[in-house]
């Protein structure tokens, strides 16, 4: 798939990488509630990028967000929309800017939307008839729990659309922008996984990184964040995020967070290598064995040296 500039990362490609993308792909697409799966592998580097992109990719597959199309494919689908629907749209009439809000106002012409939950609420609208077609793409997010920020934001960026069109090729490589923000998080050493998600890599010759596919804070602006990247404290968590992924590393112990839930699948990455290895395993044993509920992944080819337990919690 491709190789790093940091030679200590070297190429990522083979059994290893399908394994953790279609991980991620199956978790997205199959487990609900507090399941929960407990990876040891002889090393966690990209492993949690890898499993999120498989994820993304079943996101952008799935119901959750119709993904970005001009206004003049997707104006009969808006016209049934609901009032309060988040919205996203990339305004290119000037640059790049990407505006979220829920929808408020809604005629046979006109669309608008709420950006902020100030008193005096702000609010964009765009016109579209057959003489006036604003140079604009829109993404309905269904079912999505958006609550206004205090402050109006806007957010301009310069997406690496050869990346994202090479990656989730087959797929809306824009409707990775239009799913909500901290749809997935990865927690450890905070440090340690922003260098690794910024490590440059080329795929053929496509130039890029790990933020930029699986769209992590500043990757994109400020305000985006599809991934959440944080340090193992329960109170940096996200409740919201419908996959979170735990790394063991240097200065991280996930058994802090063994206790922590949101109903939604999690995944545990241990690297062999980790001091306290045999007491984390032990305490996911004992939790394994206390529960009634295995589960199973049809035709997941687990890598040599790649122990999996899954279950749920």
């Known amino acids: 798939m491709g190789h790093f500039e940091d030679h200590r990362?070297?190429?990522?490609?083979g059994d290893w990488v399908n394994f953790f993308l279609d991980l991620g792909k199956q978790i997205a697409q199959n487990l609900t509630g507090n399941s929960r799966i407990v990876l040891l592998v002889p090393s966690?580097?990209?492993?949690?990028?890898?499993i999120s992109l498989g994820a993304c990719r079943h996101f952008l597959d799935s119901d959750i967000s119709t993904g970005f199309y001009p206004i003049q494919?997707?104006?009969?689908?808006?016209?049934?929309?609901?009032?309060?629907?988040?919205?996203?749209?990339?305004?290119k009439s000037y640059g790049f800017e990407v505006v979220k809000g829920k929808l408020?106002?809604?005629?046979?012409?006109?669309?608008?939307?709420?950006?902020?939950?100030?008193?005096?609420?702000?609010?964009?609208?765009?016109?579209y008839n057959e003489n006036i077609t604003p140079n604009i793409d829109v993404s309905i997010v269904r079912g999505s729990n958006y609550k206004l920020p205090e402050k109006a934001k806007f957010e301009k960026g310069d997406p690496n659309l050869k990346l994202l069109g090479k990656f989730y090729e087959g797929l809306d490589p824009m409707g990775v922008l239009g799913l909500p923000n901290n749809l997935i998080q990865i927690v450890g050493n905070k440090n340690l996984l922003n260098e690794e998600s910024n490590k440059v890599f080329y795929s053929e010759d496509v130039k890029g990184c790990f933020a930029d596919l699986v769209i992590t804070k500043g990757s994109l602006t400020k305000e985006r964040e599809l991934t959440h990247i944080c340090s193992a404290k329960e109170e940096n968590l996200k409740k919201e995020a419908n996959l979170s992924i735990f790394v063991n590393s240097k200065y991280t112990n996930i058994l802090n967070l063994i206790?922590?839930?949101?109903n939604f699948p999690q995944v545990f990455i241990i690297p062999r290598t980790a001091p306290n290895v045999i007491e984390i395993v032990e305490a996911f044993n004992e939790e394994f064995f206390s529960k009634s509920?295995?589960?199973l992944f049809d035709g997941l080819k687990i890598p040599v040296a790649c122990d999996v337990m899954s279950y749920k919690v």
């Open 9 to 13: 990362y070297g190429s990522f490609e």
């Open 44 to 50: 966690v580097k990209v492993a949690p990028f890898l």
């Open 73 to 91: 494919e997707i104006w009969d689908e808006l016209q049934s929309t609901e009032m309060g629907t988040e919205i996203h749209v990339i305004d």
């Open 104 to 127: 408020t106002d809604l005629s046979k012409e006109t669309f608008s939307i709420e950006i902020s939950s100030q008193a005096n609420a702000v609010k964009r609208a765009w016109m």
């Open 259 to 262: 206790d922590w839930t949101n």
């Open 293 to 295: 509920e295995e589960l």
